[in-house]
């Protein structure tokens, strides 16, 4: 007596409901994109569930992000931990290692970010802005008071000794020291407050200059323990960046209507895609899942 392939008719058919139907399901949450309308009256599930309430799943994505992924509290704990700081501290050591043998100058380093105008505009800047600091700074200070008492105080010591000396100038010069000291702090303080920005400019100039064209290596030989203190410096920066200054930042930077202002803009086609490209396994799992209950639910009906 032959297999009786009727058995399998139920389980067969129920596989293909299962699987139908849940592929159907699944492709009703997208589609389709737009109501339908049969004599003015909307078809039942138009559109798909995601189209119709794309608004809703946009704030509702845009708030869980900015509450619960990108809130300070997880950014901090990733960006602060341990790994993220020893990548900071290799990048910094690898950046380090590959300008010590580095034979561009300082320049020419440069040039890579900026152009030569822009090069020479910083140069300009900061010299003249150092320039006028130094000079305001010496204009009013006591500067010529002291350079006019070390003078006389010169010149009283040297006419001490010798002949001068023996004759009494140094006791007479004694007498005239302070009406001269005055006098000399006045012509020096006057020479300060007319020439001290002019010189200062043109010796920075020209170090400024000079640093330009030095090459990379040159300027780091010799200095690995400056370049430790600087690697601190930056590590301590990029801490009180992200401990101080992140909090203002996230504030300043609404994630929430990021989030849900880029999903509204996406169409419907994207964002199919988009979630069809996470999800795809899973919701063919569904699919089969169906398909299997489907089998389980004709083989019972068949057999009972």
């Not at 058919?13 to 139908?20: E, F, K, P, Q, R």
């Not at 909307?42 to 994505?61: D, N």
């Not at 992924?69 to 380090?96: I, T």
């Given at each position: ?136 700074r010496l204009d009013s200070s006591n ?162």
């Amino acid at each position: 007596m032959g297999f009786d392939f009727t058995l399998l008719l139920g389980p067969v058919i129920g596989a293909a409901i299962g699987y139908i139907t849940n592929d159907l399901a699944i492709r009703m949450m997208f589609r389709p994109h737009q109501a339908k309308y049969v004599f003015g009256i909307r078809v039942p599930f138009t559109p798909g569930i995601v189209p119709k309430e794309k608004h809703r799943i946009a704030e509702s994505i845009g708030a869980a992000i900015s509450e619960n992924l990108m809130n300070r509290e997880v950014l901090e704990k990733s960006l602060l931990s341990q790994e993220m700081m020893r990548k900071l501290n290799d990048s910094f050591d690898e950046l380090m290692t590959a300008q010590k043998s580095n034979t561009d100058t300082v320049r020419q380093l440069l040039a890579r970010f900026l152009n030569e105008d822009e090069i020479d505009k910083i140069k300009d800047d900061t010299c003249a802005e150092f320039a006028t600091q130094m000079h305001t700074r010496l204009d009013s200070s006591n500067l010529g008071d002291m350079i006019s008492h070390a003078v006389m105080q010169h010149v009283i010591e040297k006419m001490s000794g010798g002949v001068m000396g023996f004759l009494g100038a140094d006791k007479m010069m004694s007498h005239m020291a302070d009406a001269a000291e005055k006098l000399l702090t006045k012509h020096v303080n006057q020479i300060i407050a007319n020439n001290s920005e002019q010189l200062i400019t043109r010796l920075v100039d020209k170090e400024a200059t000079t640093l330009l064209q030095t090459p990379v290596c040159q300027l780091l030989d010799g200095h690995d323990h400056q370049i430790d203190q600087l690697k601190q410096v930056v590590m301590n920066i990029y801490h009180a960046v992200i401990t101080e200054h992140l909090p203002r930042i996230l504030a300043t930077i609404d994630i929430n209507s990021i989030v849900r202002d880029r999903i509204n803009e996406m169409d419907m086609d994207e964002t199919e895609r988009i979630i069809f490209g996470v999800i795809k396994k899973e919701l063919r799992a569904i699919v089969w899942l169906g398909a299997l209950l489907g089998a389980v639910i004709g083989t019972v009906n068949t057999l009972f």
